[in-house]
């Protein structure tokens, strides 16, 4: 049986590159999919841009204040009610076939994520540790200690702009936890991880486009920030851990 897809899509001032996106998207859905738009109390043409689509799948939602793009992406996902979830941002161009490469690999796990290039010719995303192109390794079980260690590290590649959800995933990854103020994309990699559900697709699904308003910087930040980062990434894995030991106990689940 078919399953439908909601893309769950965070805007922010993202008038110059939107079209480009939301048209790419389009592209590649289906009839009975839907595209969840949180706009996060934009101030330029960007809430002006979408109300041009007349398009019945997509649907527009207002941030009444500036809330950010965390909490902005989470209440994307609260509203999405397909059977999978896509995470998307405003600036990017998805890959011809990118629907059917993550839905496929959610066949078998919860939480899938694949790989990038950049625009505008398609050349590989570099690693900030060692320069060399940044692929995401084979990961069989769906998870391991090792792979959660190069998260931690800042060496895995888990962007949210190519990653999907089973709608069921939403049960351990919402509420995001209170201290989650950035990095949403590694808190849903983390889940996936810790539980073993999570799928890497090798080969890219979507164009990113690298510019001085990326939400995620393209450059290496300061050792203040990346520790900050670096704790609050702990807390994640605690977390995770935590919520899936809960479910576990309540569905009678082997550990």
């Not at 692929?135 to 998870?143: D, E, Q, T, V, Y």
């Not at 936890?177 to 889940?191: G, K, N, Q, R, Y």
Request: charged share 25%; glycine share 6%; with cysteine.
């Amino acid at each position: 049986m078919s399953e439908s897809v909601s893309v769950c899509m965070a805007t922010y001032n993202g008038a110059g590159y939107l079209r480009e996106q939301l048209d790419s998207i389009l592209a590649e859905l289906r009839p009975e999919d839907e595209v969840v738009i949180v706009d996060d109390a934009s101030t330029d043409g960007t809430v002006a841009l979408l109300e041009t689509y007349r398009d019945a799948r997509v649907t527009v939602h207002r941030n009444p204040q500036n809330l950010g793009y965390v909490k902005t992406f989470e209440r994307a996902l609260t509203l999405a009610d397909r059977d999978v979830v896509f995470l998307s941002d405003q600036d990017d161009e998805w890959v011809p076939g990118r629907r059917d490469l993550l839905v496929n690999a959610l066949r078998d796990r919860s939480i899938a994520a694949g790989d990038l290039v950049l625009l505008p010719d398609d050349s590989p995303l570099r690693s900030p540790l060692t320069g060399r192109p940044w692929h995401l390794a084979p990961l069989p079980s769906g998870g391991s200690l090792a792979n959660e260690l190069r998260l931690l590290a800042g060496d895995a590649p888990y962007y949210g702009c190519a990653m999907a959800l089973r709608r069921e995933a939403k049960e351990l990854i919402l509420p995001f936890p209170d201290f989650l103020v950035e990095s949403h994309d590694l808190w849903i990699a983390t889940v996936g991880n810790t539980a073993r559900e999570l799928a890497h697709v090798p080969s890219p699904v979507l164009r990113r486009r690298l510019h001085e308003a990326n939400a995620s910087a393209p450059r290496p930040r300061g050792l203040r920030k990346a520790l900050q980062s670096r704790w609050m990434l702990l807390r994640a894995w605690r977390e995770a851990t935590r919520r899936i030991a809960a479910v576990r106990r309540a569905t009678g689940s082997a550990a």
